[in-house]
């Protein structure tokens, strides 16, 4: 069964702070990863896709990948309350399905 | 670019009555669309995938008949929800993905259903 791993949270950060959501995957014939955010009650919005090992980076958002340890990774800098949401990493695998991770709520503390 | 719209976005009906949801790309043509439900403080779970002009594929547990899904251009699909009961109650999302290969998929607003 390929999964895709994420820890659920809450993850509390204080604003202006770095927050580092992590993800990890099963399939190390993956080859493309996506990060969304869902806020409550509302449905995902694409943030960041990253096919490439090493950082892609978008504003204050970065994403990680590191294929070798089937890991991938986003990291928001200079966190701000209007952040706070529920982050899905999301993975198309080696037969092309997309296999999505279960979230991870984020808090940004003022 | 990349918007995806639904309708309605919410609705209200009684038990054993059918209800349709639609699903537009209003800026690009969608060569793939998803379906998935979503229940409260719960993950996104995909119910199909669907093409244009083809049948769509079901994941594992999702009653087809159940829920019909018609792909009919590469702008438009509809989920209806046939003979609804209260625990088919949820917020059903599609999306719609454009580049082939690419995977991004662009999520509707949704739309919440409630059977009573």
């Known amino acids: 069964q390929k999964e895709v791993e994420q820890n659920s949270g809450p993850l509390s950060v204080p604003e202006g702070a770095i927050a580092s959501l992590n993800c990890t995957y099963s399939d190390r014939g993956s080859q493309s990863f996506f990060w969304y955010r869902q806020y409550s009650g509302k449905s995902p919005e694409l943030i960041m896709s990253?096919?490439s090992n090493g950082d892609k980076e978008d504003g204050r958002f970065t994403a990680q990948l590191n294929k070798a340890s089937q890991y991938v990774s986003l990291l928001i800098r200079d966190s701000q309350p209007s952040d706070s949401a529920t982050y899905l990493c999301?993975?198309?695998?080696?037969?092309?399905?997309?296999?999505w991770g279960a979230g991870t709520k984020l808090i940004i503390k003022p | 670019g990349a918007v995806v719209s639904q309708h309605p976005s919410w609705v209200i009906c009684k038990s054993g009555t059918s209800v349709k949801i639609e699903c537009r790309s209003l800026?690009?043509?969608?060569?793939?669309m998803f379906w998935y439900r979503q229940f409260p403080k719960q993950s996104l779970m995909l119910m199909a995938t669907s093409n244009e002009g083809s049948k769509a594929t079901y994941e594992q547990g999702v009653e087809k008949d159940k829920f019909l899904i018609n792909h009919a251009s590469l702008t438009l699909s509809t989920l209806t929800v046939t003979s609804a009961h209260p625990e088919d109650s949820s917020f059903y999302i599609c999306?719609?993905?454009?580049?082939?290969?690419?995977?991004?998929?662009?999520f509707g607003p949704g739309t919440r259903l409630t059977v009573t």
């Open positions: 990253i096919y």
């Open positions: 999301a993975v198309r695998d080696s037969n092309y399905q997309l296999i």
């Open positions: 999306s719609a993905s454009f580049l082939a290969g690419s995977y991004e998929q662009y």
């Open positions: 800026d690009f043509q969608a060569t793939t």
